[in-house]
């Protein structure tokens, strides 16, 4: 086992289903250790008793944070509606009374240079941290940020919806790495993968579920699995590549707000998944993710 990372998650889980992969992996994860989660954008409260819920399925009793529900950008919050709709009983799921930005800023000024913050959807969260707590970006060890599509012509999912918290997040002093489509869209998981996850316990089984209904809402039999990707960008990095520093520029308007480009620099504290070993990547999200249904059922033997 590698060296362990102390981790908080920023997740808006519950729409795409590669939110929920990216939590089941890093369950699955030794040297992760998962302090909390924070959700962000939309129903942040439904998101955050998902969030508990594929926890519980872990094992796991791990403290949720709700977030920010609206964007910054003021622009609609997109939401297909079938968030949660396979998991009965959420309103009884607890989550903590501390909101997400207090937990944010609270935690890395507690352990200054210690924690990574991987964020798996809009920015909002992490730009209202550095709004409430300038200190905020160098308590944070560093920023790990699935966002962009870097040489592309669209904009990207998360940069869009906030692209006004991006640029608050990337004109910051925050140590940021970014995987952007242009790397997530190089893996692809199928119904081989599928079927070694659905066997891994009762968290298997929900992402299974999950799973099937994000193929059926897009009439797919595949996905890509965005934010597990980006989590192993720091608990693989050997995996990837990755560019000069430079300052990731937000830009454009419309249903193009949200593009991105990196500019180089040597005074930059960004830089950018470049390459990725796409098949060992691949194997690594099932292995992980079939290794946090294994240490459910393990425990669940033990009791």
Do not use: C
Request: negative net charge; aromatic residues 6%.
């Amino acid at each position: 086992m590698g060296a362990l990372h102390h981790i908080i998650l920023d997740t808006d889980i519950g729409s795409d289903v590669d939110d929920a992969l990216a939590l089941a992996l890093i369950l699955g994860s030794p040297e992760a250790n998962l302090l909390g989660i924070t959700t962000v954008y939309g129903d942040t409260l439904l998101r955050a008793r998902l969030a508990r819920r594929f926890g519980k399925l872990a094992g796991r009793e791990i403290p949720v944070h709700q977030g920010r529900e609206q964007p910054m950008s003021g622009r609609d919050v997109w939401w297909p509606g079938h968030e949660g709709s396979l998991h009965d009983g959420l309103e009884n799921e607890t989550v903590e009374e501390e909101s997400a930005v207090p937990y944010l800023t609270r935690q890395v000024s507690e352990r200054p240079g210690e924690i990574d913050v991987i964020a798996i959807g809009p920015l909002t969260n992490i730009a209202a941290a550095l709004e409430t707590d300038p200190a905020f970006a160098r308590n944070v060890r560093h920023l790990w940020v699935m966002g962009g599509g870097f040489g592309m012509d669209e904009a990207e999912h998360n940069f869009r919806s906030d692209d006004h918290a991006a640029k608050i997040v990337f004109e910051s002093e925050l140590n940021i790495t970014v995987t952007g489509l242009e790397v997530t869209r190089k893996v692809e998981m199928r119904k081989d993968q599928l079927a070694l996850i659905a066997a891994a316990g009762q968290l298997g089984q929900a992402l299974d579920a999950d799973i099937r209904q994000w193929w059926a809402f897009w009439n797919e039999e595949w996905n890509v699995p965005h934010d597990p990707i980006t989590v192993l960008t720091l608990l693989r990095p050997e995996l990837f590549t990755f560019s000069e520093a430079g300052i990731v520029e937000i830009g454009g308007e419309g249903e193009f707000a949200g593009q991105s480009i990196l500019v180089p620099s040597p005074t930059g504290t960004a830089r950018l998944v470049a390459t990725i070993d796409a098949e060992a990547v691949a194997d690594e999200i099932s292995s992980r993710i079939v290794n946090a249904g294994k240490l459910q059922l393990h425990d669940a033997d033990v009791q």
